[in-house]
């Protein structure tokens, strides 16, 4: 098992938490202004993930391929290897957070911040990636940020600074079709320097609807 799977366990724990917590949103923003595709409870997606952090001092860094099956209840993440190898399975629920690794017992807690912190002694934004992924956020001003290609950062209320890098293709078959992420860059700077974390997250082309 790669040293680099746990931090990346913990990246996608963060990403499955926040799919499972209400999704319900309102902006202040006219419908002409809200470019981006409306939010999704119910979605998979598949793509990317990379995260910068400090260990013992030193900058670390790695890379895992997901699956991110998504309901109003449930979340379940794979985790891939380059080669398509699987390394973890995740499971959120509101009753509980479970990591599974290939001939380990599973790792259980009642919710991703308690299993975060056990697993790795720091967090990871476990209320805002759900939301990130699909181009909203609610900003350090309170209000709440609806990602556009010409309006394309904003640092959250919790201190992440966030850049929506790339937008997916619509493509000429789908005519009135609204942009949706295709790269997300966010970081995390503090006074302390172990805290300092960035992610990278790469989604893949949504199909098109005749391939769905």
């Known amino acids: 098992m790669s040293k680099h799977l746990l931090p990346l366990s913990i990246l996608c724990l963060a990403l499955s938490a926040c799919s499972t917590l209400p999704s319900p949103f309102s902006s202040s923003a006219p419908p002409s202004a809200q470019t981006v595709a409306p939010y999704r409870a119910q979605v998979e997606l598949t793509g990317r993930l990379n995260v910068t952090y400090q260990k013992n001092d030193k900058p670390e860094s790695a890379t895992v391929n997901f699956n991110w099956q998504q309901t109003a209840q449930r979340t379940d993440v794979t985790l891939y290897s380059p080669v398509g190898s699987t390394l973890a399975t995740i499971a959120v629920t509101p009753q509980e957070a479970v990591l599974t690794q290939s001939d380990k ?17 720091w967090s990871l934004p476990v209320s805002g990636l759900r939301d990130w992924l699909q181009g909203y956020a609610d900003g350090a001003d309170g209000r709440r940020f609806v990602a556009s290609p010409q309006n394309n950062s904003v640092t959250t209320k919790d201190g992440w600074r966030l850049r929506y890098v790339s937008w997916q293709d619509a493509g000429e078959n789908t005519p009135g079709a609204l942009p949706q992420p295709r790269r997300i860059d966010a970081e995390r700077t503090t006074s302390a320097q172990a805290d300092a974390v960035s992610l990278r997250i790469v989604l893949d082309p949504a199909p098109s609807p005749q391939a769905q």
């Open 105 to 121: 017992a599973p790792r259980r807690a009642p919710d991703i911040d308690t299993l975060s912190a056990q697993l790795l002694g």
